[in-house]
């Protein structure tokens, strides 16, 4: 059974900083891709970031140059390096592989 625990999340100040991490289990975490996703109050799941298990990236235009994801294959870790926060970055941000797995996400808040 996959299993995705995401944490990290938090209240931090516009231009601050949070790292997000994601535990997965029950699949072959070295051999998948894995994405970064959110959900902003009222909105939809928005794709935030996207690493192949070669550890290329891509990511949407809105957090480019100050998101990094990467990943720990010994250990089945996902990371979200969200630098430069700004409101409009507050979500309840869900690591997810596959086509619809992920985790319960956790909330972050990015305000004054």
């Known amino acids: 059974e996959v299993q995705l625990v995401e944490s990290g999340g938090g209240l931090v100040r516009p231009g601050g900083s949070l790292r997000l991490s994601c535990a997965a289990s029950?699949?072959?975490?070295?051999?998948?891709?894995m994405r970064w996703v959110r959900q902003a109050p009222g909105k939809g799941l928005e794709w935030v970031s996207t690493i192949n298990p070669s550890g290329t990236t891509s990511y949407v235009d809105s957090v480019k140059g100050r998101f990094t994801t990467s990943r720990d294959n010994t250990h089945s870790t996902l990371y979200l390096q969200m630098n430069s926060l700004k409101p409009e970055d507050s979500a309840v941000y869900f690591c997810?592989?596959?086509?619809?797995?992920r985790g319960q996400g956790t909330q972050v808040t990015v305000s004054s």
């Open positions: 997810a592989t596959g086509v619809d797995a």
């Open positions: 029950g699949f072959s975490f070295r051999a998948s891709f």
